[in-house]
């Protein structure tokens, strides 16, 4: 079964400090992982994606590293600011190019709620 | 704002009653998507779209559940019958596919309480 599991759950930083979040997923095939930011009440917005071949990719103050042996990924929250406060949801992609209902094999994880302090 | 428009945004009923949500993606989008959120928990897919046509369905989506998306532009879910715990926060996203890479695109959800 095609799972997503992120870690922590949740996590306090106070404003200015560096966070990094988890994750690890089965998902096969492979085809790309995102993170996701959503804030309370909104829908996710996607930060960053990395196919198979990509290890870091930035936007910002968010850098995303993947390790497609490990199928693991992570990411990390520079200077951390008030406005990262949300939850963070990584999601990956089984797209099988060649079916029909390709595109729509998303694994979501659970998510990681980020509060950040003053 | 990503674009993609959901409304309303929050609806309170009772149980047993009808709901209906619509959702409005970005123009030139060919693919529609709806997901359920619970509190602490990733979305989970629920039924999406190619144009017009229904093209898979989550196990999720009971008989009380109906989408549609007529002319290929917004579309609606319906929930029938409902019950406590279709509470949730519904989400949609669209797409444009054409071979490749898929960014999809969500809107902010509608907040669904059952009372």
């Known amino acids: 079964k095609n799972q997503v599991e992120q870690s922590p759950q949740s996590l306090i930083i106070l404003e200015g400090k560096n966070c990094t979040l988890q994750?690890?997923?089965?998902?096969?095939?492979?085809?790309?992982l995102r993170w996701y930011k959503q804030d309370t009440g909104r829908g996710p917005v996607s930060l960053t994606i990395?196919?198979?071949?990509?290890n870091t990719k930035s936007n910002g103050r968010y850098t995303a590293t993947l390790d497609a042996d490990t199928k693991q990924s992570s990411l990390h929250i520079t200077a951390s600011q008030l406005s990262d406060s949300a939850s963070y949801i990584c999601?990956?992609?089984?797209?099988?190019?060649?079916?029909?209902?390709?595109?729509?094999?998303?694994?979501f994880g659970g998510g990681t709620r980020v509060l950040v302090k003053p | 704002d990503t674009g993609v428009s959901q409304n309303p945004r929050h609806k309170i009923t009772k149980r047993g009653q009808n709901v209906t949500f619509r959702c409005d993606p970005i123009?030139?989008?060919?693919?529609l998507y709806w997901y359920r959120q619970t509190l602490g928990q990733g979305p989970e897919f629920l039924t999406y779209?190619?144009?017009?046509?229904?093209?898979?369905k989550s196990r999720l989506l009971s008989d009380r559940f109906s989408a549609e998306r007529p002319k290929g532009s917004f579309s609606t879910l319906e929930i029938q019958r409902t019950e406590q715990g279709d509470s949730a926060m519904y989400l949609c996203?669209?797409?444009?596919?054409?071979?490749?890479?898929?960014?999809?695109?969500f809107g902010p959800g509608t907040r669904l309480l059952v009372l």
């Open positions: 996203a669209s797409s444009f596919v054409s071979g490749g890479e898929e960014t999809q695109y």
């Open positions: 994750c690890n997923y089965t998902v096969s095939p492979f085809s790309n």
């Open positions: 990395m196919t198979f071949s990509e």
């Open positions: 999601v990956v992609s089984g797209t099988d190019y060649l079916s029909k209902a390709a595109g729509n094999k998303l694994t």
């Open positions: 123009s030139e989008h060919n693919r």
């Open positions: 779209f190619q144009n017009e046509a229904q093209l898979e």
